[in-house]
């Protein structure tokens, strides 16, 4: 890793990741303070639940609510799109325009250059989640006290899923930087990840066809969800895979620069 080149790549690229965190926490802190609203709770069909017991159990209402819509879809559909768009500008398009070239020639090899972009990639996926997690704490604790624990579950688990789909992201743009294809596996896959998921709401096996849908997010939440952390070993599994196979491949690649 090349500290001078992550340096490089956070002066241009911090805009970018502050856009996305104010939208996180602008939608994170709405959906966790408006969870107990008549209107929140029917549009998950809470509505079978009794008002009196609406009062008792508003901590949980608010953490079943906020894990599910925020952690199990928004979440990972914003994520998509900044690690779509920023591994679209690490690799494929400085590739696709010969930027990299002044890099390679700077005295930066091939593979300082592509771990550090995937480690900015990485850290930069790894600040936002640290930033929602510490606001929807925050937000939830005004309804009363929860098991903060299991909360804090939830953003690792669902970070490090958020990870191994941009890693496969990430890779597609490295292997096919400055190709047509790469621009279209990049963005096409985490997308078609993210349509399964939502398909998986209606048919249960399309769920299972995309890491976005292998976890509940509402049952990591409540704690029952006893293999997590199985799921937490897959995600890191398919993380490091991928991570290793950029790595290769890019080192391995012709550049036509």
Known sequence: MSLPLFIVLFKKNWKILL?????NIFYMSAIALMATSEMMISS??????????????DIDIAVSITSSVFQGMIMYIFIMVYYVIMAGRLVHKLVDNSSITGYL????????FIITSAVWLISSVFALYL????????????YGSFNFGWWTVVHIVTFLCSL????ISFA????FAGTKQGSTLLSGIPIAFAVLMMLGSYIKFFKWLAPFGWVDSA??????FPLWWVYLLIYLAISAIAFVYTVIAF???QLSI
């Open 251 to 253: 080192r391995k690649k």
């Open 219 to 224: 049952k990591l939440a409540e704690g029952n």
């Open 19 to 23: 856009i996305f965190a104010v939208l």
């Open 172 to 175: 597609f743009s490295a292997v």
């Open 131 to 142: 930033i929602v997690w510490a606001v929807s704490a925050i937000c939830l604790l005004t």
């Open 105 to 112: 020639t700077a005295g930066v090899s091939r593979t300082k």
């Open 44 to 57: 998950m069909d809470f509505l079978n639940m009794g008002v009196n017991q609406k009062l008792i159990a």
């Open 164 to 167: 191994s789909v941009a890693m």
